[in-house]
């Protein structure tokens, strides 16, 4: 059974960095787990597509996000780690962040195409 769970998330200010990491166990190469992403929803807000990393490592960024927030990856044998890289936060990036997989092939930032998600870490930037 695939389980997803993030850390890494707490309190910064404005202008600095925080670095989330998602570990996905449970998933077996060839099982139907194509891609990984990242989202993330404020309070009042629906759920926001952040970034994505597909198996062939093609990544996609959310446009609020693009040029500051990057996706390395690092698999091993029966776990995919993720991580997401946050640099330049901002106080709109406040928000609950969620990790989650996809058996879509193609990078998708459509929270309904991700089946295995994450209970969430919380992010907070103080301005």
């Known amino acids: 059974q695939v389980q997803v769970v993030e850390s890494g998330g707490g309190s910064v200010q404005a202008g600095g960095s925080l670095r989330l990491s998602c570990a996905v166990s449970?998933?077996?190469?060839?099982?139907?787990?194509?891609?990984m992403g990242w989202f993330r929803q404020a309070l009042g807000s629906e759920r926001e597509g952040v970034a994505t990393?597909?198996?062939?490592?093609?990544?996609?960024?959310g446009h609020s996000v693009k040029g500051r927030f990057s996706i390395p990856k690092d698999s091993a044998k029966n776990t995919l780690v993720l991580y997401l890289q946050m640099d330049s936060l901002k106080p709109e990036d406040t928000a609950m962040y969620y990790c989650?997989?996809?058996?879509?092939?193609?990078?998708?930032?459509?929270?309904?195409?991700?089946?295995?998600w994450g209970q969430g870490t919380q992010v907070t930037v103080s301005s």
């Open positions: 989650a997989a996809t058996g879509i092939k193609s990078p998708t930032l459509i929270p309904a195409d991700y089946g295995y």
């Open positions: 449970g998933y077996i190469h060839g099982d139907n787990i194509y891609g």
């Open positions: 990393i597909t198996h062939d490592g093609t990544t996609v960024y």
